[in-house]
Every structure is written in C-alpha cells, then in structure tokens.
C-alpha cells in the first residue's frame, strides 16, 4: 500500500482530516467548496473524520464564489495541487479530456494523491491508463460525479449491482437534449427556437454542440459499459447521432402512435461485443423514460438477478453534481479504494463492434401523391426484407404530395438504410427519408 494510501487509512482511524486539493471553481468547484463548508458537520459525522478544503486552483483569484476561501491556499498551476504537502487527495473539475484536466489528475496519481473527478471526457478517452496508474499505486480514482450528476449510478453499478450480469443499460443521459425535445413536444416551437431558450436559461452553452451532437452522451455513456460490461472505456466506438434533424413533425407524429422522442444512449451485450450508441428514439410515451420531462437524466439497468432498476434525478448543476463529488470524498476518507470500474484494469476487455439487434423503425416519407406511390415504397422495403406493421398517410391538397409514416417489423438497420436509399433515389420521394429506431423501454 502506498504512503498515501495507507496515510488514508491510518486517518480514518486516528480521526485525522482528509485534505482536499480542488482543481476548478466554476460552477461544480464552487458548488463542492460550498458543500464541504455548509455540510461540514455533517460530512465528518459521516466520513468518521473532518474533510477540509485546503487548497484551491482556478484562473480569477478575485472572483466571488459564494463562499468564504480566505483561509485556502491558492495555486496558479492546477497540477501544483498535487505536490502540496497539505493535500491528500485532488479533486479535478476542470473538464477535457486533454489540458489542465489530464495534467492535475496524471500528476496527483503521479505524487501519490488520490483523485475524485467530474471529467466524463479524460475518463471515456484516457480512462483505462488511468485507472491503471491509481491501481499501480494502489490510490482511489473515483468520478461518481463524471455519470448523470447527481444519480448514484456508478457506486450502483460497481458496488451494489456487482453480484449480477447486466444485459444492457440505457437511458437519458443528457439534460440539454431532453429540455428540447421536451419543450418542443409541449410547446410546439421548433428545434432552433427551443435551443435559443436553453441557452439563454444557462441549459445549453453558446455553441451546444458537445450536448446536441450526443458527444456528452457518448462520453458518459462509454463510462456506463465500462461498469456495467467490464469493457474498456473507447470512447471511439460508440455510435453517435445527435438531436439537430428531428423535426417537429417527428414529435408530433411519434405522439399520434402513442411515442416519444428521447436521445437514449444504449449499452447491451451483442454476440460477442458490446453494442454502444447515442441516437433519437422513438420511446412508449407511457414507459418511465417516455415520462421524464426536462432536465431530468434517468439510467435504466436490465440485469439478471434483479430484473429491471431505474434511476432517476438532476444529471448537471452545482448541487446535484457536488454531491456527488463530496460522496467520493467521504468515501476515501473512509478508506475506500477499489478498482477505479470496480474490476482490476488487467481484466477489461476490448469491448468490439457489438452490432446492434434487429429492431421496429418508424419511418416518415414525404411521396408524390399518385397512384402507385405506395406500392413502389412497399416493393423497395420487401427487397431488402423489411416488412410493414403499420402505416398512415397525411394528404397535402394542392401540393400534390403525402407524408406516409410508417412502423416496420424488426429489421436490420443496415437492411433498412439500403431500402431507404433506393426510395430516396426514386422519382416517388420528394425529400430524404427519416427513420428513427423505436427502443423497447
């Protein structure tokens, strides 16, 4: 066991405080500095020992954080943390999976200093090494904040889950997507007019597309396959589609077959790999993730013995993500140090290609009204083995043109898209097709 390590556990015992370095104070540093002072009493009564902040790094000394700091140290270089003789273990908020973000937490394992982070992106990029350098030096690394906020779902699924075999987990993992579909499903404004509100409500930043893309998704996503699957984390393999093409008439069209449109990020066991992706779905709208409204995230665990777990809360923000943050905390300062994905980093495996199962699509076509329009449309999906289950039509009088929607059996997505090239190729089509998967949830 390391010195600090050990230091760690001896502190536990001897009632010495855990000394915090913390890395970052824009919103979620300041919300962890606040918590550790308005909480205090209540997180040493908790953690069997005081946990302090002792030093701090961030960029504007002068800047009011709502919190007093006058007796914290400053650092002008975030990885100076990590030397600090007042320091055992550094929290990383910073965010990036490159830059000061990687530096703070490469060089606090470096000098022997356990490590709590918010970083979904260094974790699903540089995530196995890292856990590799913790386990070396026998340190904690824990990110319970880094996955949908304030949802608990990492100590879940490395702790009390770790006795069952997950067969997928999935969900809403993204709060910005979720406000806009929600917000366009209710109001019935646009894409572009929802997402100019979420930025200026502090949901969505001035250039969304990290969130909108499905990139955070992805990012914590790949986290989610680590814990749950015992995978590497590859950030590179997973699946991304964001929220920017579906329209309001998808909205509103889902709605009349009895659907919502969520952005779900999906991990599952396929064949022999992992299945990754982040794409808009069509839900059951009367299913626990068809009902979750705004920013609320929600992972759903489908696992064997349990059966199905559903987890629910605020997945950003300075509370919900300090506590989370803080909950690590008290858990080094217990003298917990586990494997960083709750199996020994030797033992990840790649997680391959893991080729999505068959699954219903629905499909809205914009066709010329004429005879036979249909049949060609029908003819082009049977080709390719794609059948109908159900479909409906939306004359447009005076254009000459139809929306048809159509719900397809199970088919094979790769078998779909061939189908709907040759439909968007013929002199029917008047615009690309959409589809869009229907999860079963």
Same mark, same amino acid.
């Given at each position: 066991?390391?010195?600090?390590?050990?230091?760690?556990?001896?502190?536990?015992?001897?009632?010495?405080?855990?000394?915090?370095?913390?890395? /970052?104070?824009?919103?979620?540093?300041?919300?962890?500095?606040?918590?550790?002072?308005?909480?205090?009493?209540?997180?040493?009564?908790?953690?069997?020992?005081?946990?302090?902040? +002792?030093?701090?790094?961030?960029?504007?000394?002068?800047?009011?954080?709502?919190?007093? %700091?006058?007796?914290?140290?400053?650092?002008?270089?975030?990885?100076?943390?990590?030397?600090? &003789?007042?320091?055992?273990?550094?929290?990383?908020?910073?965010?990036?999976?490159?830059?000061?973000?990687?530096?703070?937490?490469?060089?606090?394992?470096?000098?022997?200093?356990?490590?709590?982070?918010?970083?979904?992106? %260094?974790?699903? $990029? $540089?995530?196995?090494?890292?856990?590799?350098?913790?386990? #070396?030096?026998?340190?904690?690394?824990?990110?319970?904040?880094? @996955?949908?906020?304030?949802?608990?779902?990492?100590?879940? *699924?490395?702790?009390? %889950?770790?006795?069952?075999?997950?067969?997928?987990?999935?969900?809403?993992?993204?709060?910005?997507?979720?406000?806009?579909? +929600?917000?366009?499903?209710?109001?019935?404004?646009?894409?572009?007019?929802?997402?100019?509100?979420?930025?200026?409500?502090?949901?969505?930043?001035?250039? &969304?597309?990290?969130?909108?893309?499905?990139?955070?998704? /992805?990012?914590?996503? =790949?986290?989610?396959?680590?814990?749950?699957?015992?995978?590497? &984390?590859?950030?590179?393999?997973?699946?991304?589609?964001?929220?920017?093409?579906?329209? *309001?008439?998808?909205?509103?069209?889902?709605?009349?077959?009895?659907?919502?449109?969520? !952005?779900?990020?999906?991990?599952?066991?396929?064949?022999?790999?992992?299945?990754?992706?982040?794409?808009?779905?069509?839900?059951?709208?009367?299913?626990?993730?068809?009902?979750?409204?705004?920013?609320?995230?929600?992972? @759903? @665990?489908?696992?064997?013995?349990?059966?199905?777990?559903?987890?629910?809360?605020?997945?950003?923000?300075?509370?919900? +993500?300090?506590?989370?943050?803080?909950?690590? *905390?008290?858990?080094?300062?217990?003298?917990?140090?586990?494997?960083?994905?709750?199996?020994?980093?030797?033992?990840? +495996?790649?997680?391959?290609?893991?080729?999505?199962?068959?699954?219903?699509?629905?499909?809205?076509?914009? !066709?010329?009204?004429?005879?036979?329009? !249909? =049949?060609?449309? #029908?003819?082009?999906?049977?080709?390719?083995?794609?059948?109908?289950? =159900?479909?409906?039509? $939306?004359?447009? &009088?005076?254009?000459?043109?139809?929306?048809? *929607?159509?719900?397809?059996?199970?088919?094979?997505?790769?078998?779909?898209?061939?189908? !709907?090239?040759?439909?968007?190729?013929?002199?029917?089509?008047?615009?690309?097709?959409?589809?869009?998967?229907?999860?079963?949830?």
């Amino acid at each position: 066991m390391s010195g600090a390590a050990s230091g760690a556990a001896s502190g536990a015992e001897g009632g010495a405080p855990l000394r915090v370095g913390l890395a /970052g104070l824009g919103t979620v540093g300041g919300g962890v500095a606040r918590l550790l002072t308005q909480n205090a009493a209540l997180i040493a009564a908790r953690a069997g020992r005081k946990v302090v902040l +002792t030093a701090v790094s961030a960029r504007d000394r002068a800047r009011d954080r709502g919190v007093d %700091l006058g007796g914290v140290a400053w650092e002008a270089d975030p990885a100076a943390l990590a030397a600090r &003789p007042d320091v055992d273990v550094v929290v990383e908020v910073i965010g990036g999976s490159e830059g000061p973000g990687r530096a703070v937490v490469e060089a606090a394992l470096a000098q022997g200093r356990a490590v709590v982070t918010a970083n979904k992106a %260094l974790l699903a $990029h $540089h995530g196995a090494a890292l856990a590799a350098m913790a386990e #070396a030096a026998g340190l904690a690394l824990r990110f319970e904040a880094a @996955v949908a906020g304030g949802i608990p779902i990492v100590k879940a *699924l490395s702790e009390g %889950l770790a006795a069952n075999r997950v067969a997928r987990v999935y969900g809403v993992l993204n709060g910005t997507c979720n406000y806009i579909l +929600t917000e366009m499903a209710r109001s019935g404004r646009d894409y572009a007019a929802v997402l100019a509100e979420a930025q200026a409500k502090g949901y969505a930043e001035a250039d &969304p597309s990290f969130d909108v893309g499905g990139v955070d998704a /992805g990012h914590k996503l =790949a986290l989610l396959a680590t814990l749950a699957f015992g995978c590497a &984390p590859d950030f590179d393999g997973v699946s991304l589609e964001g929220i920017e093409r579906v329209s *309001l008439a998808d909205i509103a069209h889902a709605d009349e077959l009895g659907y919502r449109v969520k !952005l779900l990020g999906v991990a599952r066991r396929a064949g022999d790999g992992v299945e990754r992706a982040v794409r808009p779905c069509l839900v059951r709208a009367d299913s626990a993730i068809g009902q979750l409204d705004g920013v609320t995230n929600a992972v @759903v @665990v489908e696992a064997d013995p349990l059966g199905t777990a559903v987890f629910e809360g605020p997945g950003a923000g300075a509370g919900a +993500t300090a506590s989370a943050v803080v909950a690590d *905390l008290i858990d080094i300062a217990r003298g917990a140090c586990g494997p960083a994905f709750g199996v020994p980093t030797a033992t990840l +495996t790649h997680p391959g290609a893991g080729a999505a199962p068959t699954a219903a699509h629905y499909l809205r076509l914009s !066709l010329q009204d004429r005879p036979g329009a !249909l =049949a060609e449309v #029908a003819q082009d999906l049977g080709l390719e083995g794609v059948s109908i289950r =159900a479909m409906r039509q $939306h004359d447009h &009088p005076g254009c000459g043109g139809a929306t048809v *929607l159509i719900v397809t059996h199970a088919c094979a997505r790769a078998a779909l898209d061939r189908a !709907l090239a040759r439909i968007a190729a013929s002199p029917v089509a008047l615009a690309e097709p959409v589809a869009l998967r229907i999860e079963d949830v």
